[in-house]
């Protein structure tokens, strides 16, 4: 059987085990989020798990994080959204952190790096809305305000924050001429699946709600 075969059978009902797998980004978009430091410059930060209902985003980070520091006293940032191309820059953002001295529970896989842009080879883009700039490599950029943030998990290791986007940016290439609709079939995430990073297979279909049916074919 084929693999794509093998993704697309429904399971039978004894093929189901029970299992603990340490962590479930089963299939989550990456985003980059930028905030400022205590001294005005910038930090950028990887996360995999973000969710988006109408223009509010909610977003789950580590609480021993430079990000979620910045927002607590300066509640302002950019939700930059990657796509596949980007995997490596997201990846060599992903063992730093923006904290110094590195909290001890990170010590052993994480370091400091005062420079995330530099550090990944990303540019920095000033935002309209907001002080974070965007990053300009990305071809989706959300502004945003921080409206809650809250504990989370049974030992209150991250934190949910819940954010308002005030600016939507798109580049070119991804916007149906003419119309404030993004287009599908020009635009794919950077996903990370059980720790690797995915873009889009091919389109299957649309929902009964979309506004671009058939992508650039609809213009």
Not at 80 to 109: C, I, M, S
Not at 191 to 198: E, G, K, L, P, V
Request: proline share 11%; with cysteine; net charge neutral.
């Amino acid at each position: 059987m084929s693999a794509t075969a093998n993704a697309t059978t429904t399971a039978r009902p004894e093929q189901h085990l029970p299992i603990a797998p340490s962590i479930l980004y089963f299939g989550t978009p990456v985003a980059l989020l930028a905030t400022e430091n205590p001294d005005g410059t910038p930090n950028l930060a990887p996360v995999s798990s973000a969710w988006a209902l109408g223009y509010t985003v909610v977003l789950g980070i580590g609480r021993e994080s430079r990000t979620v520091e910045n927002l607590d006293a300066r509640p302002e940032l950019v939700i930059n959204l990657p796509g596949p191309g980007l995997w490596r820059q997201v990846e060599a953002l992903a063992p730093l952190t923006g904290t110094d001295p590195v909290p001890e529970a990170k010590r052993a896989t994480y370091r400091y790096e005062p420079d995330k842009f530099a550090a990944a080879g990303l540019t920095s883009q000033p935002a309209e809305t907001v002080r974070p700039p965007r990053v300009a490599e990305c071809r989706l950029q959300l502004e945003a305000v921080v409206r809650e943030m809250r504990p989370g998990g049974a030992d209150g290791h991250f934190r949910i924050v819940e954010c308002e986007v005030l600016r939507v940016h798109a580049d070119a290439s991804v916007v149906v001429p003419g119309t404030q609709h993004v287009d599908p079939s020009a635009w794919s995430p950077l996903i990370y699946n059980f720790r690797h990073y995915h873009g889009l297979a091919p389109e299957l279909g649309h929902g009964f709600r979309s506004e671009t049916p058939r992508g650039r074919n609809s213009r």
